[in-house]
């Protein structure tokens, strides 16, 4: 059976809100920010993602764990780019001011050897395309944990696109829950049978030959899921003409001007971008520090 988010109705400002009218700004932030690598617009563009979430009265214990592997993804993404300056070099700054060289650094499995040097540049780089992903996850953490899970199809369709890809859509906000249900029941399951998790030990190949009792079961589970699916869908004939929906939706003057300022949004960062601003900005002490 596939599930859905942990929503709740809480007759908020942001619940009250269309769905539809909800993804188009969404979307528009999305593309908008995006488009720049100054810190300041970033943060800007941050603190509108922080101030729908906590309009829509979210908790930490219920958006726990999407921060927390959404974080752990991208401290793990800024620390690779800031060793690496992959991205910065070259599209974001041409040029670069030393303010340390660290070195020579092992690493400890491979025994490579390396000089890593701190430029400013590289580091403003990495700090900034932190605080875009996290204004990015804190825009798309707030959708499937305030839309009605009865309500993704219609809104999908609503948009304009297709039956078809209305109902894809909708599989897909379902999937990762139905993943993560699927793959604490195995758990349970091998644990109530002496399999110890927590007491893996070896190398990487090794751990991942060990999770074999979990991966397959779920894997396979997620195959047959997909296949009943695609049987209840042919058994009521899905596809062969349009569909109707139980629910339907009607814009308010609210979603209309949503709307209308997340086309503003769009259309001046993307003028913005387009004349030449909103480049890398790297901060006046910082490159005093690397002169000094």
Known sequence: MLIAWKYRERNTVIQRLDPRARLIFMLSVLVSVIQFWDLRIILGF????????????????????PWLLMGCIIVFLT??????????????????????????????????????????????????????????????????????????????????????????????????????????????????????????????ISQIRKLAPLLVPVTINAIVGAEDVIDAMDLRCFGIGPRTWVRELKYGRADRALIVVSVLIFAASTATSVIGYGRLWVPGFVLAWAGG
């Open 46 to 65: 941050l603190t509108v993602a922080l101030g729908q979430y906590f309009l829509a009265k979210l908790t930490w214990r219920e958006t726990r764990r």
């Open 79 to 204: 620390f690779l780019t800031f060793l690496t300056g992959r991205g910065g070099v070259g599209t974001a700054y041409h040029e670069e001011h030393l303010l340390a060289r660290l070195g020579p650094l092992s690493l400890p499995i491979v025994g490579w050897s390396f000089t890593l040097d701190v430029t400013a540049e590289k580091t403003v780089f990495a700090i900034s395309q932190m605080v875009r992903m996290f204004a990015i996850t804190a825009m798309a953490i707030t959708i499937p944990y305030t839309i009605d899970p009865s309500l993704y199809g219609v809104t999908f369709r609503g948009l304009g696109l297709p039956d078809k890809f209305a109902y894809a859509m909708d599989l897909a906000f379902r999937y990762v829950p139905t993943l993560g249900r699927d793959f604490s029941i195995t758990l349970d399951a091998q644990r109530a049978r002496g399999y110890e998790v927590e007491k893996l030990s070896g190398g990487i």
